[in-house]
């Protein structure tokens, strides 16, 4: 019956209730052009956010074939630099990935100008305002794609799939930068030969896990899911495992990691259309749950893509007969999931989806064709990522202590009893209020019983409590099953 309690926002931050739920924001258009511009489909991420920067990359059609851009904002996702055109060469570029640490920006893409698909590089020092030359990163005899990346601190780690264009087979490698990409180790095979696709990355400390669907276990059309890890920076790897236990096709996997906790979604078919599924391990990789369903559809869930910031973990997807992206949030670690929350709703389809966290701001880009052509649009959430106390919850504030929340009631025990009268107002994951109630606190315990409570569904919710017409305390609190 009792929660982990967790602060979510410091007392200061709360001006005001409204704004605080102000949610997801409209929908940003971010390229105007009668040519195609697209994001990366294998699920790496074409978004990064660090503080109030939030970064965008993309390939563009508008030069009479297919280059990389670049965009940013400097606060939070309001406003939105000109595009910068990254690369200048006559042959087809396409499917980047970045990725943004201590000002240094990554970027990846798979590159024609030597004839056959390579992996090319590029970085900026400065946050995107300025850019050090291409530098290509594989010289392969069949070709590279799928391109997946992430920079923790000063090391970048980049992964894609090879494929040896005689046999048509496929293998992913994997490749480290210990100095902020000026200088890279050489490539590791990760994987077997076979026919394998959409390779995804992600490190926490020493540890880097790595995701990719082949089909060796059940044949060509039933791919699986598979993962590979290494505990000592990529020195030495694991045994793969496969990590999917469906009987039909799993694609499209994204991973991310936090702590001692690694998170993957993937799109899975073992339910007769696509739905979007999900796996954790909690301690690094070594073992995992079980597969969990996110989605309940009578259409196709894909694309799916996630993102971690301590206990919080986000992903987005597409619903393919609405054409439309959904978004869902766990904060307590992918125990729990609160509802699904569609974030587009027009007539053009919206695909590939890309997500991004940073402070309290979710960050959200896709590719939308509701202009008539593929156009980058951008969404945000200011309030969405939720900052958590994950271990010996502290007291919520200098007013009470974590509450409880029960089958019918909530609990709280005061350190220091507010002015009377107090109004306690629940609201859940949409923001909408659930519950309100205004009392009279005499004592330093306060058991709140209504069953308005008691007819709330087990979720998460967002506790207020206001005295003389001042906000003195938020938190979250999670009603149990």
């Not at 904002?73 to 990254?86: E, I, P, Q, Y």
């Not at 259309?273 to 009578?298: A, V």
Request: aromatic share 14%; proline share 5%.
């Amino acid at each position: 019956m009792l929660s982990k309690i967790k602060t979510i926002i410091p007392l200061g931050m709360i001006l005001c209730l409204n704004p605080l739920f102000a949610q997801w924001g409209s929908d940003t258009r971010l390229t105007y052009n009668d040519s195609v511009s697209y994001l990366n489909w294998n699920s790496a991420w074409c978004i990064a956010a660090s503080g109030d920067t939030v970064l965008a990359v993309w390939s563009d059609g508008r030069d009479g074939n297919n280059e990389i851009y670049f965009k940013r904002s400097l606060d939070g996702g309001v406003n939105w630099t000109a595009d910068t055109r990254l690369t200048n060469d006559t042959a087809l570029s396409q499917t980047p990935a970045i990725a943004f640490a201590n000002n240094f920006v990554h970027i990846l893409w798979t590159d024609m100008r030597q004839g056959n698909y390579e992996i090319y590089y590029k970085h900026s020092e400065n946050g995107g305002s300025t850019w050090l030359p291409d530098y290509r990163l594989t010289y392969s005899y069949g070709l590279s794609a799928y391109p997946s990346m992430v920079a923790p601190g000063n090391d970048v780690y980049a992964v894609w799939v090879d494929q040896d264009l005689g046999t048509g087979m496929d293998e992913v490698r994997f490749k480290h930068s210990s100095c902020n990409g000026y200088g890279w180790d050489p490539d590791v095979r990760i994987t077997e030969y076979d026919v394998i696709w959409n390779p995804s990355i992600a490190v926490s400390g020493n540890y880097i896990h790595i995701v990719w669907q082949d089909w060796r276990d059940l044949g060509y059309g039933k791919e699986q899911i598979r993962y590979r890890r290494s505990t000592d920076n990529g020195i030495t790897w694991e045994p793969e495992i496969r990590l999917s236990q469906g009987t039909e096709d799993s694609w499209y996997a994204s991973i991310a990691a936090s702590g001692n906790n690694v998170h993957v979604v993937w799109m899975d078919a073992r339910d007769g259309n696509h739905e979007i599924y999900y796996k954790r391990s909690t301690d690094n990789g070594l073992n995992w749950g079980p597969d969990t369903r996110l989605t309940f559809t009578s259409s196709s869930s894909d694309n799916p893509n996630i993102t971690v910031s301590g206990w919080n973990v986000h992903i987005v997807w597409v619903e393919e007969s609405a054409g439309d992206l959904y978004y869902k949030y766990s904060s307590d670690n992918g125990a729990t999931w609160g509802p699904d929350t569609r974030l587009t709703n027009n007539p053009g389809s919206s695909f590939s989806p890309s997500i991004a966290v940073s402070g309290t701001k979710v960050h959200v880009l896709w590719t939308d064709e509701r202009d008539g052509n593929p156009e980058i649009y951008y969404k945000r959430n200011p309030t969405g990522n939720f900052v958590e106390e994950v271990s010996n919850p502290k007291p919520a504030n200098k007013y009470f202590s974590a509450p409880i929340f029960f089958k019918n009631s909530i609990f709280l025990k005061f350190v220091q009893p507010p002015q009377s009268p107090i109004r306690i107002a629940l609201y859940n994951l949409s923001g909408a209020l659930v519950f309100e109630k205004t009392i009279t606190q005499t004592h330093s315990y306060l058991t709140i019983v209504d069953e308005r409570i008691e007819a709330l569904s087990p979720s998460i919710y967002f506790l207020s409590l206001s005295a003389n017409g001042k906000n003195i305390g938020f938190v979250k609190v999670i009603k149990p099953q």
